[in-house]
């Protein structure tokens, strides 16, 4: 049965390509590529965009709602986050029990007081400097035997530090039956004030804490231009006063004369809006809310813009597809001339000729046969690429031997001889210290070495600078004896050193030392050099580190050793700049453990 279902369906199979052969005997390639373009892209994507559109259409909406609304729960838990700070700080302090015994209690001498306004201004303030947009923080009390003292302690009197009477204010709040309240002030509605009563665990009053907080610090970053201008945004209290708002003229309303009561009623039914608007409320743990207010009507106007653009989008790539199906048509022509165009050149001795091969079709096995008569010239073009490599690394090679070692050294030995003559001892110094300084630095066969001759390079280098500088710079080595017969780059501690001299103003100060230190640690050298010479400036210090040496004296060096360190050690190399100005530089540098010579990294990006 299986057998007669494939036969019955390659039956069918065949008469179908037959029938379209007949159909499409008497069309050219490019009305036959344009029928099936048509039939197979052009008509279903004109289906399917009409319909996407449509479906579209009506789920955006629910989208976009369904987006405003986690936008508000999200905002809604910042805020009460937010407020839980403000308000932890001010319940700590009111039920801190320290203080409440110390409000609490009769005074009799002044000494007595002043320690408890030594307490409440040392203990107190502390908690508030981790919160942003505090202005003022007072405890108010009305215990007669116990001063104010204008910081912390304050008693209600006749001031108006927020637009209402301390008195008023005083009385409001212990009249209020809430512990914890916030609200507006009266002169500034961009001013929050936060009460709350003093109450020792039997519920007696002594008191009422006062904060007054900057309201752009506190909630100005939540409703700066809200849902991208699509809706405003409110907070509004259990009694229906509107905190903080998108709409600065709405703070401090109440609810029943602001823009925003005759949505309340009709809260989080996103499926009637009201004049184009849908108020979505978010409730807080406290009583306060959330209320966002979305302007729907422009909503649909994006959603509108969308579909138009979706639309044009579509037609585009249309075209666009009707302009590449055309190019393949041209592209069939355009590769039998350029391989017609190929051959000619060969026939005339023109050899170092390709042709692109990206297709499997005839052309393509044309210009597989066509590309392997011309691999010969490939290859003789590659050698000739390798042969122009070679010639610049020896051009490069005889630029570095520009400067001969043996006629330095032969120089240095015949001064050597003439001081020896002369019985020179200070001239003696000098030429030894040279001719082993310059015995690795002209080296130029070689790039690396082992830090023991790294080291004994630097020690040369020193004792030439003390003979310059007799007695000014103390040197201090730490050097671990099993670090010295491992390998580094060569010409890394000496222009590190070099600089200290040359722009660390290391002559000049008192005490002057240079430290330098060499030490394993596991699989890792750490080389570091430190002076306290003059340091640099934090501006200089931050182009230093970042490569960027314009406007500095020195870095030249330091960029060098950078290089080196990526060629031969990759990441693993790194070097690290600290200084201070006026106190001193310490260079740090990290490379890998190397028991063998290291090799230049290639194929890394280098």
């Known amino acids: 049965m299986l057998q007669q279902g494939r036969g019955i369906a390659v039956t069918l199979k065949q008469s179908l390509e037959k029938w379209i052969v007949r159909a499409t005997r008497s069309m050219q390639l490019r009305g036959k590529i344009v029928l099936f373009y048509g039939l197979i892209v052009f008509i279903p994507t004109v289906l399917l965009a009409v319909g996407a559109g449509l479906l579209t259409f009506h789920s955006v909406r629910d989208n976009y709602l369904l987006t405003i609304k986690e936008a508000v729960r999200q905002t809604a838990q910042s805020i009460d986050f937010r407020k839980q700070s403000y308000d ?16 609490s209690r009769d005074y009799t001498d002044m000494l007595e007081q002043l320690e408890t306004v030594n307490y409440v201004d040392r203990s107190l303030p502390l908690t508030a400097k981790y919160l942003p947009g505090i202005e003022d923080f007072r405890i108010y009390h009305t215990n007669d035997s116990l001063v104010q003292d204008g910081g912390m302690l304050w008693k209600p009197e006749d001031r108006m530090p927020a637009g209402i009477r301390e008195n008023d204010w005083y009385e409001q ?19 929050l004030i936060v009460s709350c009563k003093i109450m020792d665990r039997y519920a007696r009053i002594y008191g009422v804490i006062y904060l007054l907080l900057d309201y752009n610090d506190v909630f100005a970053e939540l409703f700066n231009h809200p849902f991208s201008g699509a809706g405003d945004l409110y907070i509004v209290d259990k009694n229906e006063h509107i905190i903080a708002s998108s709409e600065s003229s709405e703070i401090g309303n109440r609810l029943s004369s602001s823009s925003l009561e005759s949505y309340w009623a009709h809260q989080n039914q996103v499926s009637a809006p009201i004049n184009g608007k849908v108020l979505i409320v978010q409730k807080l743990s406290d009583g306060w809310s959330v209320a966002a207010l979305v302007h729907i009507d422009q909503m649909e106007e994006q959603t509108k813009r969308i579909y138009y653009t979706v639309g044009i989008g ?25 391989l017609g165009h190929r051959m000619t050149d060969i026939s005339q001795g023109v050899f170092d000729v390709t042709v692109k091969n990206r297709d499997r079709d005839e052309l393509g096995e044309l210009e597989v046969l066509f590309n392997s008569m011309s691999s010969r010239l490939g290859r003789l ?75 004994e390079h630097l020690k040369a280098y020193l004792e030439i600078q003390e003979l310059r500088y007799p007695g000014r710079v103390g040197v201090r080595w730490e050097i671990e004896d099993d670090t010295l017969e491992l390998y580094t780059i060569k010409l890394l501690l000496q222009p590190i050193v070099e600089n200290c001299y040359l722009h660390g103003g290391i002559t000049s100060r008192p005490d002057a030392i240079i430290r330098i230190a060499i030490r394993r640690e596991e699989e890792t050298v750490h080389f570091s050099v430190s002076d306290n010479g003059k340091g640099m400036k934090p501006d200089v210090l931050e182009r230093v580190r970042a490569g960027s040496y314009e406007g500095t004296n020195n870095g030249f060096g330091m960029n060098n050793i950078r290089e080196r360190l990526l060629l031969y050690f990759g990441p693993e190399g790194r070097l690290d700049v600290d200084s201070v100005w006026n106190e ?7 490379i890998p453990v190397c028991e063998e010579r290291p090799e230049l990294r290639r194929g890394e990006g280098i």
Do not use: C
């Open 173 to 191: 709040t212990l009249a209020s039956p809430d512990i914890l309240s916030w609200s507006n002030a009266r002169n500034d509605p961009r001013k």
């Open 88 to 103: 932890l700080l001010a319940t700590r302090t009111a039920t801190d029990g320290e203080l409440v015994s110390r409000l």
């Open 314 to 338: 579509i037609a585009f790539f249309l075209l666009i597809s009707i302009f590449l199906v055309m190019t393949v048509l041209k592209n069939v022509v355009r590769r039998i001339r350029k």
């Open 381 to 455: 073009v590659e050698e000739n690429t390798q042969a122009n490599l070679m010639e610049r690394e020896q051009s490069f090679k005889a630029l570095q031997a520009q400067i001969n070692p043996h006629f330095i050294y032969n120089s240095l030995s015949l001064i050597r001889w003439r001081a020896m003559d002369l019985q020179d001892e200070m001239q003696l110094r000098t030429i030894d210290a040279l001719t082993t300084f310059y015995r690795l630095a002209l080296n130029n066969r070689v790039n690396a070495t082992r830090i023991r001759d790294e080291v």
């Open 584 to 590: 001193g530089t310490t260079v740090s540098i990290r």
